[in-house]
T-cell receptor, first 113, second 114 residues
Framework: EADIYQTPRYLVIGTGKKITLECSQT?????MYWYQQDPGMELHLIHY???????EKGDLSSESTVSRIRTEHFPLTLESARPSHTSQYLC????????????FGSGTRLTVV | KNQVEQSPQSLIILEGKNCTLQ??????????LRWYKQDTGRGPVSLTIMTFSENTKSNGRYTATLDADTKQSSLHITASQLSDSASYICVVSDRGSTLGRLYFGRGTQLTVWP
């Protein structure tokens, strides 16, 4: 039923590697977001985008970067992964106007060893 | 400071029983309040969304209430099922910015036992 897709679902990677977490949505939503969530903790916004070529940093400082070249695609990149980056990363999208709900992806569980 | 507090932190109930989860918020100016269900290792799935003028909304066995005066919301689950075991997250949106900033609670971890 998911209209927003994240890959991979799980990733274990060594320190210093470059990684890209993929997020795609088929709903034509303008707004897209990346959240970071640690176990038992609330979601923290790390990046968001209002549309193509629009990206902003969120509340939680993150060493990751994002790009928005196409409406449906919002990948997140870590140039050099560290153990402190171990977390769950959730992508979401929403319609531009109205109190509509977000749609979340299933998440990527990243472990950096 | 804009915050969302949920209680209890965790809850265990027997299958078939009812339960109520609480959410208190200090977010202002208020736009809407949402309840999400998050299964372990998955993304949150929306259950209900309520604006200022709504004080109750149902989605199957889930009924959410909102008291905008006291800034409290509750999620009532009727006749619980094993599949209800999950984290339930309260999320409040403000209307003070074009982003429609979301404030997340830490969730209530519900476990339903047979």
């Amino acid at each position: 039923e998911a209209d927003i897709y994240q890959t991979p679902r799980y990733l274990v990677i060594g320190t210093g590697k470059k990684i890209t977490l993929e997020c795609s949505q088929t709903m034509g939503h303008d707004k897209m977001y990346w959240y970071q969530q640690d176990p038992g903790m609330e979601l923290h916004l790390i990046h968001y985008s209002y549309g193509v070529n629009s990206t902003e940093k969120g509340d939680l400082s993150s060493e990751s970067t994002v790009s928005r070249i196409r409406t449906e695609h919002f990948p997140l990149t870590l140039e050099s992964a560290r153990p402190s980056h171990t977390s769950q990363y959730l992508c979401a999208s929403s319609e531009r106007t109205g109190p509509s709900g977000y749609t979340f992806g299933s998440g990527t569980r990243l472990t950096v060893v | 400071k804009n915050q969302v507090e949920q209680s209890p932190q965790s809850l265990i109930i027997l299958e078939g029983k009812n339960c109520t989860l609480q959410c208190n918020y200090t977010v202002s100016p208020f736009s809407n309040l949402r309840w999400y269900k998050q299964d372990t290792g998955r993304g949150p799935v929306s259950l209900t969304i309520m604006t200022f003028s709504e004080n109750t909304k149902s989605n199957g066995r889930y009924t959410a209430t909102l008291d905008a005066d006291t800034k409290q919301s509750s999620l009532h689950i009727t006749a619980s099922q094993l599949s209800d075991s999950a984290s339930y997250i309260c999320v409040v949106s403000d209307r003070g910015s074009t982003l429609g900033r979301l404030y997340f609670g830490r969730g209530t971890q519900l476990t339903v036992w047979p």
